[in-house]
């Protein structure tokens, strides 16, 4: 736990010793002497009444600590002990007993130990857990406890707690008060997880209770009253103040700050490098002077920061390719913004000044109009940038220079043609922020060698493309769909589902990272004099962007059946992503099928879960309040299988969505004229004869190019604590079954039945990649984390 400001400590503690002195006021010292001796009786005679009745052995296993593979030594909790009370609170309760022991703090391990308890207290249904510690609360530590199992009679009871608890001095602590976000106490129950309206239980009741009032309090919703359309998120704006629960675990957090130190170091370098040049009479930025002195850059940088090996094959296979146009659509389609891409059935209007297609293009005899109305063509537009004029404001903070940062406007025409191939045939660029009249390329032939006008013009083209569909992958596709649209989904489910309702087992490992995250990125990142601004040409009008997009979302977009059905891409050959993310949306739907059955046997049960409803009702009108019509969402939910389709969005979204859109930000974007992050000339004019010179003079220089790949990898890379779908023993990777807190049987076997059919759909991924240049292995369940954590 960080250390509390003295001031904080010492004033707490003055009001403790207050209110400790004040109900002792009145007790005479004799009187304090008699209670004490008949404290000690009484304790004399309930030891020997425990003696006297038979007593049973119960085995406590306790699970301590977070798991994290990535860190050898194991640091032990020292600072207090571990209370217990075996049925609390009914005519079964045991006796309240402690346990002393060095318990595993920063990695998972347990304990075990041995209780004689009287007879009576028969098979544990429940179990209440508490912290104890007569230390001073600066010198404190919260524990986290991820389970305890109790072995009796030959059976065992899981209690799952995943809760951090923090201990309390009983001479200077109320019990009931709250540290750290940390609850004072935990009743967990063993089996099934149980609906409010079920629960009879008074002990069980009140901890639920005052688990989601202690919740509320921590987690609330900003208040959303600005200018612009956005997801509701948590009002905390400093991660270090985030209640405990909510924040990462410590090797995670020490790896963001340590990529967040080197992201830092590197652009500071970078800025002094260009002060020193300019200091000596450099008066321009550095341009690249070929194309192949990108992957010079790349690989001299990859073997100074020592970037991983396997991430940087990657790379340099796509360096391979990615002047193609075969390559050039493939990652449109197994890229890292592979959901963009729809069907026309006409031309829009922005389209209407375009001149003939040459023949070539389509082929001899073949007709646009055609082709169009027998649903063979298809486009990605970035008509959203509409709203964001050119960046730069903090180039010279980067650079040493005032260099603009182009936001145009590109569109791209694609043809299914009749041998089954999807091709680029038209793009369409246009720079509305320089006043100019849109333009249009189109692939040179094939006899056109690469130093031609006709093959420059159209290369060129795609980097244009390629720049303005970066800023929409950036800012709209990976920020704010895989982010900020998922925090709604965490917000409400930890405000409104406690610990012990079955959905807050399904769902909760599957969103327990975007909210820390999110206030990291909003802290870092996405303010206006952060990375984004400073690197991409439309960062520091994020929000603009964000308004836009959410004024067009709706809750069908996170169907991923239903989104496919939308663009009308059912037939598009080669489409990875959406048929990996279909198996995908199969096996997660099946899974919360299995779940919810063993919950909720008829639609009833459904409309009666007031705990669901409220979760439902809050995302609607908290998250996506500012929304038209609140973005379609669910205002409740009446069925069954409409539950089923909810937590399965939720789930695909809160972990397959972001892994399409992010971890590959490597493979494409550190091959920087493959995704340029900014455009530094306006794009060309129709009848400008372009030039490689041209080419180099319009992609980001050097300055910016050592930023992007940097801030790519860092993007990339994996959470020290990463959990995933599946397990890989050699990479020391765990898989879901660690990270639930499902402990009975039946849900159990939902787990292993997932695992089965995601271990077979790896394998069918496996053999579709033997025959790619570039395998798509971005959604692999091996490579697909359970969370947003980075």
Same mark, same amino acid.
């Given at each position: 736990?960080?250390?509390?400001?003295?001031?904080?400590?010492?004033?707490?503690?003055?009001?403790?010793?207050?209110? !400790?002195?004040?109900?002792?006021?009145?007790?005479?010292?004799?009187?304090?002497?008699?209670?004490?001796?008949?404290?000690? #009786?009484?304790?004399?005679?309930?030891?020997?009444?425990?003696?006297?009745?038979?007593?049973?052995?119960?085995?406590?296993?306790?699970?301590?600590?977070?798991?994290?593979?990535?860190?050898?030594?194991?640091?032990?909790?020292?600072?207090?002990?571990? $209370?217990?009370?075996?049925?609390?609170?009914?005519?079964?309760?045991?006796?309240?007993?402690?346990?002393?022991?060095?318990?595993?703090?920063?990695?998972?391990?347990?304990?075990?130990?041995?209780?004689?308890?009287?007879?009576?207290?028969?098979?544990?249904?429940?179990?209440?857990?508490?912290?104890? $510690?007569?230390?001073?609360?600066?010198? #404190?530590?919260?524990?986290?406890?991820?389970?305890?199992?109790?072995?009796?009679?030959?059976?065992?009871?899981?209690?799952?707690?995943?809760?951090?608890?923090? *201990?309390?001095?009983?001479?200077?602590?109320?019990?009931?008060?709250?540290?750290?976000?940390?609850?004072?106490?935990?009743?967990?129950?063993?089996?099934?997880?149980?609906?409010?309206?079920?629960?009879t239980d008074p002990a069980v009741l009140a901890a639920?209770?005052?688990?989601?009032?202690?919740?509320?309090?921590?987690?609330?919703?900003?208040?959303?009253?600005?200018?612009?359309?956005? *997801?509701?998120?948590?009002?905390?704006?400093?991660?270090?103040?985030?209640?405990?629960?909510?924040?990462?675990?410590?090797?995670?957090?020490?790896?963001?700050?340590?990529?967040?130190?080197?992201?830092?170091?590197?652009?500071?370098?970078?800025?002094?490098?260009?002060?020193?040049?300019?200091?000596?009479?450099?008066?321009?930025?550095?341009?690249?002077?070929?194309?192949?002195?990108?992957?010079?850059?790349?690989?001299?940088?990859?073997?100074?920061?020592?970037?991983?090996?396997?991430?940087?094959?990657?790379?340099?296979?796509?360096?391979?390719?990615?002047?193609?146009?075969?390559?050039f659509t493939r990652q449109e389609l197994a890229g890292i913004n592979?959901?963009?891409?729809?069907?026309?059935?006409?031309?829009?209007?922005?389209?209407?000044?375009? *001149?003939?297609?040459?023949?070539?293009?389509?082929?001899?005899?073949?007709?646009?109009?055609?082709?169009?109305?027998?649903?063979?063509?298809?486009?990605?537009?970035?008509?959203?940038?509409?709203?964001?004029?050119?960046?730069?404001?903090?180039?010279?903070?980067?650079?040493?220079?005032?260099?603009?940062?182009?936001?145009?406007?590109?569109?791209?025409?694609?043809?299914?043609? &009749?041998?089954? #191939?999807?091709?680029?045939?038209?793009? &369409?660029?246009?720079?509305?922020?320089?006043?100019?009249?849109?333009?249009?390329?189109?692939?040179?032939?094939? $006899?056109?060698?690469?130093?031609?006008?006709?093959?420059?013009?159209?290369?060129?083209?795609?980097?244009?493309?390629?720049?303005?569909?970066?800023?929409?992958?950036?800012?709209?596709?990976?920020?704010?769909?895989?982010?900020?649209?998922?925090?709604?989904?965490?917000?409400?489910?930890?405000?409104?589902?406690?610990?012990?309702?079955?959905?807050?087992?399904?769902?909760?490992?599957?969103?327990?990272?975007?909210?820390?995250?999110?206030?990291?990125?909003?802290?870092?990142?996405?303010?206006?004099?952060?990375?984004?601004?400073?690197?991409?040409? $439309?960062?520091?009008?994020?929000?603009?962007?964000?308004?836009?997009?959410?004024?067009?979302?709706?809750?069908?977009?996170?169907?991923?059946?239903?989104?496919?059905?939308?663009?009308?891409?059912?037939?598009? *050959?080669?489409?990875?992503?959406?048929?990996?993310?279909?198996?995908?949306?199969?096996?997660?739907?099946?899974?919360?099928?299995?779940?919810?059955?063993?919950?909720?046997?008829?639609?009833?049960?459904?409309? !009666?879960?007031?705990?669901?409803?409220?979760?439902?009702?809050?995302?609607?009108?908290?998250?996506?309040?500012?929304?038209?019509?609140?973005?379609?969402?669910?205002?409740?939910?009446?069925?069954?299988?409409?539950?089923?389709?909810?937590?399965? !969005?939720?789930?695909?979204?809160?972990?397959?969505?972001?892994?399409?859109?992010?971890?590959?930000?490597?493979?494409?974007?550190?091959?920087?004229?493959?995704?340029?992050?900014?455009?530094?000339?306006?794009?060309?004019?129709?009848?400008?004869?372009?030039?490689?010179?041209?080419?180099?003079?319009?992609?980001?220089?050097?300055?910016?190019?050592?930023?992007?790949?940097?801030?790519?990898?860092?993007?990339?890379?994996?959470?020290?604590?990463?959990?995933?779908?599946?397990?890989?023993?050699?990479?020391?990777?765990?898989?879901?079954?660690?990270?639930?807190?499902?402990?009975?049987?039946?849900?159990?076997?939902?787990?292993?039945?997932?695992?089965?059919?995601?271990?077979?759909?790896?394998?069918?991924?496996?053999?579709?990649?033997?025959?790619?240049?570039?395998?798509?292995?971005?959604?692999?369940?091996?490579?697909?984390?359970?969370?947003?954590?980075?």
């Amino acid at each position: 736990m960080p250390i509390k400001p003295l001031y904080h400590y010492y004033s707490g503690m003055k009001e403790r010793h207050e209110r !400790a002195r004040s109900a002792r006021a009145q007790v005479a010292v004799t009187e304090a002497a008699e209670a004490a001796v008949a404290k000690e #009786k009484s304790v004399v005679v309930n030891a020997k009444s425990i003696l006297a009745s038979k007593v049973t052995p119960y085995v406590l296993i306790i699970h301590t600590g977070t798991n994290n593979p990535a860190m050898d030594k194991i640091e032990k909790w020292e600072d207090g002990r571990m $209370s217990f009370i075996v049925n609390p609170q009914t005519p079964k309760a045991s006796p309240l007993f402690h346990v002393k022991e060095l318990f595993s703090a920063n990695r998972e391990s347990h304990i075990r130990v041995s209780r004689y308890l009287p007879e009576y207290v028969g098979v544990p249904d429940q179990l209440k857990i508490s912290v104890e $510690s007569n230390k001073l609360e600066i010198i #404190k530590e919260a524990l986290y406890i991820r389970e305890i199992t109790i072995l009796y009679k030959h059976k065992f009871y899981r209690f799952p707690v995943n809760d951090y608890l923090f *201990p309390h001095n009983p001479l200077l602590m109320d019990p009931q008060d709250v540290y750290d976000g940390c609850p004072p106490y935990v009743i967990s129950k063993c089996g099934k997880g149980t609906f409010l309206a079920k629960e009879t239980d008074p002990a069980v009741l009140a901890a639920r209770l005052k688990e989601l009032e202690l919740r509320r309090k921590h987690l609330d919703w900003a208040p959303n009253n600005g200018p612009h359309v956005i *997801p509701g998120y948590t009002k905390q704006v400093i991660y270090d103040k985030l209640p405990r629960f909510l924040k990462f675990k410590n090797a995670r957090q020490k790896a963001f700050q340590l990529n967040l130190k080197r992201g830092h170091n590197m652009m500071k370098r970078t800025v002094i490098e260009n002060k020193i040049s300019v200091v000596f009479g450099k008066d321009t930025p550095e341009h690249f002077k070929s194309l192949k002195e990108f992957e010079t850059l790349f690989v001299e940088q990859a073997e100074d920061h020592e970037y991983d090996l396997g991430m940087v094959d990657d790379v340099l296979s796509v360096m391979k390719y990615w002047k193609t146009d075969e390559e050039f659509t493939r990652q449109e389609l197994a890229g890292i913004n592979p959901a963009r891409i729809y069907k026309i059935t006409s031309m829009p209007d922005t389209w209407k000044d375009m *001149p003939d297609m040459p023949e070539h293009v389509l082929g001899q005899g073949v007709s646009l109009q055609e082709e169009l109305e027998a649903g063979r063509i298809y486009m990605i537009d970035t008509n959203m940038l509409e709203v964001v004029g050119d960046g730069g404001i903090l180039m010279p903070i980067l650079t040493g220079f005032a260099l603009p940062m182009i936001v145009s406007l590109g569109d791209c025409l694609y043809y299914h043609d &009749r041998t089954d #191939k999807l091709r680029p045939v038209a793009i &369409r660029l246009e720079y509305k922020n320089g006043g100019e009249a849109p333009t249009f390329w189109f692939p040179p032939k094939v $006899s056109d060698p690469e130093t031609s006008h006709e093959y420059l013009s159209w290369l060129q083209a795609k980097l244009y493309f390629r720049s303005s569909n970066m800023q929409i992958h950036a800012i709209l596709t990976h920020f704010v769909r895989a982010h900020a649209v998922v925090e709604v989904f965490a917000i409400a489910m930890y405000r409104c589902l406690p610990k012990q309702h079955p959905l807050h087992k399904l769902i909760q490992p599957h969103l327990m990272g975007v909210i820390p995250i999110n206030v990291q990125g909003r802290e870092f990142l996405t303010k206006s004099t952060g990375v984004m601004a400073a690197l991409m040409a $439309s960062g520091d009008k994020l929000w603009h962007l964000a308004d836009v997009f959410m004024k067009q979302f709706r809750y069908e977009h996170l169907l991923h059946p239903a989104d496919v059905k939308r663009r009308g891409v059912e037939d598009i *050959p080669g489409y990875h992503y959406r048929d990996d993310a279909m198996l995908w949306w199969n096996n997660l739907s099946q899974y919360c099928k299995e779940f919810i059955s063993l919950h909720y046997t008829e639609d009833a049960h459904v409309r !009666a879960d007031s705990e669901l409803q409220n979760m439902v009702d809050e995302i609607r009108n908290q998250g996506y309040k500012n929304l038209p019509d609140q973005g379609g969402f669910p205002a409740s939910l009446e069925t069954i299988d409409q539950l089923i389709e909810y937590t399965t !969005a939720l789930i695909w979204n809160g972990s397959v969505w972001h892994t399409a859109v992010n971890f590959g930000q490597f493979n494409y974007l550190a091959c920087v004229p493959n995704a340029p992050c900014a455009m530094t000339k306006p794009p060309p004019a129709q009848d400008e004869v372009i030039t490689m010179d041209r080419i180099l003079l319009s992609l980001p220089v050097k300055e910016m190019a050592r930023v992007q790949i940097d801030i790519s990898y860092s993007l990339s890379l994996f959470s020290p604590v990463e959990k995933f779908y599946l397990a890989s023993v050699r990479e020391e990777k765990e898989d879901l079954r660690t990270e639930t807190m499902m402990v009975d049987e039946e849900e159990v076997e939902c787990i292993e039945r997932l695992v089965t059919r995601l271990t077979a759909m790896q394998k069918h991924i496996e053999k579709r990649n033997e025959g790619l240049a570039i395998p798509y292995n971005i959604i692999r369940p091996d490579l697909t984390p359970l969370t947003v954590q980075t």
